[in-house]
């Protein structure tokens, strides 16, 4: 998975990191060491926009989620929290 779809599925599962990112993107995405242009990504993606693609992502892992047996009462794995330095 492309760094940038991992950091947005743990954006999709974990609302605080998600706030996060769009509070402070330097420091949220620090741990990533994106280069320059990949913060600038995050900075200039809207809240309206990521909300709406994160409903529909849902939407997905819901209709997928009987053929594969997938269990949603919980949000999907995300990585440990960034470390605070």
């Known amino acids: 998975m492309h760094l940038f779809e991992t950091i947005l599925t743990r954006m999709m ?3 605080a990191y ?10 949220a995405l620090a741990n990533y060491n994106l280069p320059n242009e990949g913060i600038a990504k995050f900075k200039a993606l809207s809240r309206a ?3 709406s693609a994160a409903h529909e992502y849902r939407k997905l892992l819901a209709t997928l989620a009987p053929a594969f ?5 919980s949000a999907p794995p995300t990585p440990p929290p960034l470390s605070e330095t």
């Open 18 to 27: 998600a706030d996060e990112v769009f509070r402070d993107p330097v420091k």
């Open 49 to 51: 926009d990521f909300e």
């Open 69 to 73: 047996a997938i269990r949603m009462e």
């Open 13 to 15: 599962g974990d609302s």
